[in-house]
Nanobody
């Protein structure tokens, strides 16, 4: 099974940028669909961006044009580059992997491996 560890969260002013990183161990990310999700207290977890092993990507409408998901198969990592951050982007961000998917998905229930999360605060 794959294990995931996120890093890179923090506090930033509106309009600023952050890069979140997710390091995978135990297996290669090329065998999974990977994604970034976020959650604020008392709300459901929502998909932010997804990437397949062939490099295909998908984004939530709220982050299109501002966020970029990328993968580095040699380092077994995926990154989420976040630009033009807004207060509404404040959330706990989670990296996830799916061994079930045959295509891109931003639905949390389709992912079966999760990291512990990293907090992003925009204010």
């Amino acid at each position: 099974d794959v294990q995931l560890v996120e890093s890179g969260g923090g506090s930033v002013q509106p309009g600023g940028s952050l890069i979140l990183s997710c390091v995978a161990s135990g297996d290669t990310i090329g065998r999974y669909c990977m994604g970034w999700f976020r959650q604020i207290p008392d709300k459901e977890r929502e998909g932010v961006a997804g990437i397949e092993s062939d490099g295909s990507t998908s984004y939530a409408d709220s982050v299109k044009g501002r966020f970029t998901i990328s993968q580095d198969n040699a380092k077994n990592t995926i990154d989420l580059t976040m630009n033009s951050l807004k207060p509404d982007d404040t959330a706990m961000y989670f990296c996830a992997a799916s061994s079930r998917l045959t295509g891109l998905s931003l639905t949390p229930g389709t992912y079966n491996y999760w990291g512990q999360g990293t907090q992003v605060t925009v204010s």
